[in-house]
């Protein structure tokens, strides 16, 4: 078929434009959607954001093929929200490259002890930022007047997220609207913190990091064992409240790896190291960095923090 020189112009152009967008997806940034409201109000479901691939090295692509490697190695910072892939998949045998992706707020570094509750939740724990959510209970009959405060904020979208045993309402609010909410309610009643009773369950839990030898609990155990199994590739087990690793009863265990714990702003939302534990440094892609698209006003190309 014949072709002018102009459409072999348009071909080596579009071509060019196809590369360049391929080069900068796999060397410089991806982009993502927000899939969730877990980080609320740092991000927004549905809003498109960039993600720099340089901000703790670039990992080289295909991991899963030629190794594990990144070029100009950089720490993860505590605070950082972090795209990484899925540390738990359903298909262990995936590839580390094709999992799904999460994105949370690290607020757990390699050697950090964190201090957790049952549920894998921080207590006491520096608050990040005003965005950090926690659960708050209320009397039912004073539900019309936390709608008609909340309507009066904009913050209409916040829903019930449960009942407590006595009949009281749930719901879960940033550090900043409760702050806001407390001051419109005027002394008409009192929003109750959940986690109060919840201190007497706390443990002390250790990140793992590269070379570093990780004493065993019984409240850590699982988690310890879950970990060696699924990122360390050994052996593993728990039988009579004794960890086995490789058969041999096993008191502390040193990682080969670094991990992170990371944390949604929202509680009510799982897809955090609450639900697959801790984050090995070969699953994280990079830094959030810009949102490039939201339906909200005055956020485009807004840094991410």
Same mark, same amino acid.
């Given at each position: 078929?014949?072709?002018?020189?102009? $459409?072999?112009?348009?071909?080596?152009a579009?071509?060019?434009i196809v590369a360049?967008?391929?080069?900068v997806?796999?060397?410089?940034?991806?982009?993502?959607?927000i899939?969730? =409201?877990?980080?609320?109000?740092?991000?927004y479901?549905g809003e498109?954001?960039?993600?720099s691939?340089?901000?703790?090295?670039?990992?080289?692509p295909?991991?899963?093929?030629? $190794?594990?490697h990144?070029i &100009? /190695?950089?720490p993860v910072?505590k605070g /950082? %929200?972090?795209?990484?892939?899925n540390?738990?998949?359903?298909?262990? /045998?995936?590839?580390?490259?094709?999992? +799904? !992706?999460f %994105?949370?707020?690290c607020? $757990? !570094?390699?050697?950090?002890?964190?201090?957790?509750?049952?549920?894998?939740?921080?207590?006491? $724990?520096?608050v990040? =930022?005003?965005?950090?959510?926690?659960?708050?209970?209320?009397? &039912?009959?004073?539900?019309?007047?936390?709608q008609?405060?909340?309507?009066?904020?904009?913050?209409d979208?916040?829903t019930?997220?449960?009942y407590? =045993?006595?009949?009281?309402?749930?719901?879960?609010f940033?550090?900043y +609207?409760?702050?806001?909410?407390?001051?419109?309610?005027?002394?008409? @009643?009192?929003?109750?913190?959940?986690n109060?009773?919840?201190?007497?369950d706390?443990?002390? *839990?250790?990140?793992? #990091?590269? #070379?570093?030898?990780?004493?065993? *609990?019984?409240?850590?155990i699982k988690?310890?064992?879950?970990?060696?199994?699924a990122?360390?590739?050994r052996?593993?087990e728990?039988k009579?409240?004794?960890?086995?690793?490789? #058969?041999?009863?096993?008191? =502390?265990?040193? @990682?080969?790896?670094?991990?992170y714990?990371?944390?949604?702003?929202?509680?009510v939302n799982?897809?955090?190291?609450? !639900?697959?534990?801790f984050?090995p440094?070969?699953? !994280?892609? #990079?830094?959030?960095?810009?949102?490039? *698209?939201?339906?909200?006003?005055?956020?485009?190309?807004?840094?991410?923090?």
């Amino acid at each position: 078929m014949w072709i002018n020189k102009s $459409g072999k112009w348009w071909a080596k152009a579009v071509g060019c434009i196809v590369a360049a967008v391929v080069l900068v997806r796999m060397f410089l940034v991806t982009a993502c959607v927000i899939p969730s =409201s877990g980080m609320e109000n740092s991000l927004y479901e549905g809003e498109r954001i960039l993600v720099s691939k340089w901000s703790y090295g670039l990992r080289m692509p295909f991991p899963s093929v030629f $190794g594990y490697h990144r070029i &100009a /190695d950089s720490p993860v910072t505590k605070g /950082d %929200i972090v795209l990484f892939n899925n540390p738990h998949p359903h298909d262990p /045998d995936s590839r580390i490259e094709s999992r +799904e !992706l999460f %994105i949370s707020r690290c607020i $757990g !570094l390699p050697g950090d002890t964190l201090m957790l509750d049952r549920n894998l939740s921080e207590i006491q $724990g520096e608050v990040l =930022s005003p965005d950090s959510k926690a659960l708050y209970a209320y009397p &039912a009959v004073m539900e019309d007047t936390m709608q008609a405060v909340l309507a009066s904020l904009g913050l209409d979208d916040n829903t019930l997220v449960g009942y407590t =045993s006595d009949g009281n309402y749930i719901r879960s609010f940033s550090h900043y +609207e409760y702050y806001l909410i407390s001051q419109r309610l005027e002394n008409r @009643f009192s929003l109750l913190p959940m986690n109060r009773g919840n201190r007497r369950d706390v443990h002390p *839990y250790v990140v793992p #990091g590269k #070379g570093r030898a990780v004493k065993v *609990y019984p409240w850590n155990i699982k988690l310890l064992c879950n970990t060696i199994l699924a990122h360390e590739h050994r052996a593993a087990e728990v039988k009579d409240g004794v960890l086995y690793v490789e #058969g041999r009863r096993t008191d =502390s265990f040193t @990682f080969t790896k670094d991990y992170y714990w990371m944390a949604s702003n929202d509680p009510v939302n799982l897809c955090d190291s609450r !639900l697959f534990g801790f984050v090995p440094d070969d699953h !994280l892609i #990079g830094k959030a960095w810009r949102i490039w *698209y939201s339906s909200r006003e005055n956020r485009f190309m807004r840094r991410i923090e």
